[in-house]
């Protein structure tokens, strides 16, 4: 019955997000999917709820849609309801929709579960590393904005509306963002994974500038 369900939402997913941006497309779901897998193997949790929270998590970003936060948990909510799932893992899945973002990093999150934390350890990694740099430019690029602009520092301490509304530089979201996560894993897992990656990131940042600089 589960394995039914995963298939179904997986084609769903897939028809929702065809022609999506590259960095928030089927393949950046299906890379979360995978490793909230990986990652929930050392983990006691409720693995229908864990793949129903990775597979649904992105239905539709706010960020595609005019900041309206709401449109994707109806979307999912819809969809699991013609499922036939289970009003309690209903609803506990769209809590893992509502509560995985990082905006801004500065909130607190109004809640908390081991799937959760398992899903947004999982699209946090896909943020970190080769994955990370590559989908951290391609939106800039989507967006229109500078590679990097030396007098445009980064703003570690913004709003949701602040982050939400940035138009600065890609480089400065590594900072703003991607070279938090790592100590803002829930996971002993995503923690592990996340050292790799990260070291991966400072290496690209440091051959970056020494170009951009002209040292090397």
Request: charge should be negative; hydrophobic fraction near 40%; avoid cysteine.
């Amino acid at each position: 019955m589960n394995s039914q369900i995963i298939q179904n939402t997986i084609l769903f997913v897939q028809e929702k997000l065809e022609g999506a941006e590259g960095g928030h497309d089927w393949f950046h779901i299906e890379r979360v999917w995978r490793n909230s897998k990986l990652i929930a193997q050392s983990e006691n949790v409720n693995m229908l709820i864990v793949e129903l929270g990775a597979l649904l998590h992105d239905i539709a970003d706010s960020k595609f849609n005019d900041g309206d936060e709401t449109i994707g948990p109806k979307i999912a909510t819809e969809f699991m309801e013609s499922q036939g799932i289970d009003s309690a893992d209903l609803d506990h899945v769209i809590a893992i929709i509502e509560n995985i973002s990082f905006k801004g990093g500065n909130q607190a999150q109004k809640f908390t579960s081991p799937e959760l934390n398992v899903v947004q350890d999982a699209d946090r990694l896909d943020a970190l590393g080769a994955i990370g740099i590559a989908r951290a430019f391609n939106y800039g690029g989507f967006k229109n904005r500078e590679i990097y602009n030396p007098s445009i520092a980064p703003k570690l301490n913004m709003s949701i509306a602040e982050y939400k509304a940035s138009t600065d530089p890609s480089i400065n979201h590594f900072y703003e963002k991607l070279l938090l996560l790592k100590d803002r894993m829930n996971t002993k897992t995503g923690q592990q994974l996340a050292q790799e990656r990260q070291k991966f990131m400072e290496l690209y940042l440091k051959q970056f500038y020494g170009e951009w600089n002209g040292d090397i």
